[in-house]
Structures are given as C-alpha cells and as structure tokens.
C-alpha cells in the first residue's frame, strides 16, 4: 500500500508565511497527479492547489499569487509555499496524490490522501 504524511504546518502571524511538505511512501511505480486541499471548521473541503506530472500548476482564486506548490519526482514529495497568510487561510491542510503502486505481481492505481496537518492565522 502507499501512504502519505504532511508537516509544516503551525500557528503564524497574518501576513507571515510556512511551507508544507508531503511525502509518499510505499511500492510507489509513478505518481500522476498531486494536489493540496484544506478544509476550515464547519466549511467542505476545497482544493488550493494542483499540480500534474509535468509540474503544470492549478491555484484556486483565493490563493493565487500568495501559494505556490512544487514537486519533487525522485524523492515523491510535494511542497505548498503560502506566503501572505491570512486568517481565512486556517484550516487543516490535506496532501492528494494519485498514485500507481505495487501489489504483489499486480499494478494498482489509487487516490491517496493524507492525514492532514492544521494551518492556523492569527490577525
């Protein structure tokens, strides 16, 4: 199976920044697709920011020019950069990554998602 873990997140000053990491794990053959979403207390989850395997980027509009995901094929991470934090910006942050893996003598594809890691912007 594979698995993904974030960190980097905390409690920052509005205005002030933090960069999320995600890391993959397991049988992992190909990562296709990788993605950020948070989700705020009593709100659905909503997508930040995408990024394919060609490192070609999508930002939702409440983000864009403040956010910027990268990745990092061989070491199958991905990194979210806020910079200009605001409190609406709180929320616990979940890493996404569509991934082939390995299961025995099979090949496997899946949407995995991360436990999350909590954002929180002070005004």
């Known amino acids: 199976q594979v698995q993904l873990v974030e960190s980097g997140g905390g409690l920052v000053q509005s205005g002030g920044s933090l960069r999320l990491s995600c890391a993959a794990s397991?049988?992992?053959?190909?990562?296709?697709?990788m993605g950020w979403y948070r989700q705020a207390p009593g709100k659905e989850r909503e997508l930040v920011a995408t990024i394919d395997s060609g490192s070609s980027s999508k930002y939702a509009d409440s983000v864009k020019g403040r956010f910027s995901i990268s990745r990092d094929n061989a070491k199958f991470m991905v990194y979210l950069e806020m910079n200009n934090l605001k409190p609406e910006d709180t929320a616990v942050y979940h890493c996404?990554?569509?991934?082939?893996?390995?299961?025995?003598?099979?090949?496997?594809?899946?949407?995995?998602w991360g436990q999350g890691t909590q954002v929180t912007v002070s005004s």
């Open positions: 996404n990554a569509d991934i082939t893996y390995r299961g025995g003598v099979y090949q496997y594809r899946l949407t995995v």
């Open positions: 397991g049988s992992i053959v190909a990562i296709h697709d």
